[in-house]
């Protein structure tokens, strides 16, 4: 039975903003994503991008990091200095620098190219799905890890009382292992549950984002076990 997109199951269209440059891969992307019954638009370079996804505010942004105008790393930022915003970023390359400046500047998944159109669509359903289930669990307590406070209702984190952006999946992630303080939880269970599907390269991508948060929030924030995964210390983290 083959589960429905977020933008079918509840009658409300999902916006799609796609920011790719090669046409062809532009318009197949979107022809596949429509007929998943989400809207699309394309931006083919990088100022139109960050200028359509300000007016038209979409749920999610496919990316090209190799754009004229502005390359995808600028436009990821701008994008999400406005507002969160799911982005699946798309390269060319398969380095380990290209896949860590993504998801520092704010992408929530990356893809390279080529790519099969199942496992993009079946991120980008994942994605909003996870986008979803953050913006239902606005009730869950605010969590502290020493000196960093977590607010699931704002969604804002602050450290030593200053705010510190993250993205929402950087959010979820942390969210998640605080909530289980004490408790490790491997990288299939974070990528099950924060990301919502499993993937070939899920332990890297895992890896990737705990690093992340450690330079955002602080070294000691997650504890890695090696060979198993990652937990927050019981002694740190409590709720209110």
Known sequence: ??????????????????VEDEQPIAQA???????????VEIAADGPSGVAMCARIRPDLVVLDLMLPG?????VCKR???????PVLMLTARDGETDLLVGLAVGADDYMTKPFSMRELIARVHALLRRAERSADSAQ?????????????????????????HLTPIEFDL???LAARPGRVS???ELLAQVWGYDVPSGARTVDSHIRTIRRKLGPAIVRTVHGVGY???????NCM
């Not at 992307?29 to 809207?39: D, H, Q």
């Not at 502005?70 to 600028?74: C, H, K």
Request: glycine content about 6%; aromatic content about 2%.
């Open 174 to 176: 942390v969210h998640y």
């Open 29 to 39: 992307v979107a022809a596949r994503l429509r007929s998943e019954g989400y809207a």
């Open 140 to 164: 869950q307590p605010v969590v502290r890890i020493g000196d960093v406070e977590l607010d699931a209702t704002t969604r804002r984190v602050r450290v030593d009382g200053e705010l510190v």
């Open 231 to 237: 937990a927050i210390e019981e002694a740190r983290a």
């Open 79 to 85: 994008i999400q200095s406005e507002r969160p915003v």
């Open 70 to 74: 502005l390359d995808g790393i600028e």
């Open 1 to 18: 039975m083959t589960s429905l997109a977020p933008s079918a199951r509840d009658g409300l269209v999902r916006t799609v903003v796609v």
């Open 186 to 188: 491997t990288r299939e």
